[in-house]
C-alpha cells in the first residue's frame, strides 16, 4: 500500500507537476495547454497495458479523435 501511494504522490503528481511547469517555462503556454487533453487517453492506454483494462471502439475512436484535435491545435 506504501509503495502505492509513494507512486501516486511521487511519481504521478509531483513529476507530472513538475513536467508540466517544465514544459511551460520552454514554451508557449497555448501550445502547452493543448496537451492536457491527451491525459484521460493516455491513463487509459496505460491501464490497458499495466492492468488489462478493455477499451472499447468507442473509446478507441475517442483517444484517436482527442489526439487529432491536440495535432491540429498545436500544429505552427
Same mark, same amino acid.
Given at each position: 500500500?506504501?509503495? $502505492?501511494? *509513494?507512486?501516486? $504522490? ?5 513529476? *507530472? =507537476?513538475?513536467?508540466?511547469l517544465l ?8 501550445? #502547452?495547454? !493543448?496537451?492536457?487533453?491527451? =491525459?484521460?487517453?493516455? #491513463?487509459?492506454?496505460? +491501464?490497458?497495458?499495466?492492468? @488489462?483494462?478493455?477499451? !472499447?471502439?468507442?473509446?478507441?475512436? @475517442?483517444? +484517436? #479523435? !482527442?489526439?487529432? *484535435? =491536440? ?6
Open positions: 500500500m506504501a509503495l $502505492v501511494l *509513494g507512486w501516486s $504522490v511521487l511519481a504521478l503528481s509531483l513529476g *507530472g =507537476v513538475g513536467l508540466y514544459m511551460i517555462r520552454r514554451g508557449e503556454i497555448s501550445r #502547452v495547454s !493543448t496537451f492536457l487533453y491527451l =491525459v484521460p487517453a493516455l #491513463v487509459a492506454i496505460e +491501464a490497458w497495458v499495466l492492468f @488489462g483494462e478493455a477499451l !472499447t471502439p468507442i473509446q478507441i475512436l @475517442g483517444m +484517436a #479523435v !482527442t489526439i487529432l *484535435g =491536440v495535432v491540429l491545435a498545436s500544429r505552427k
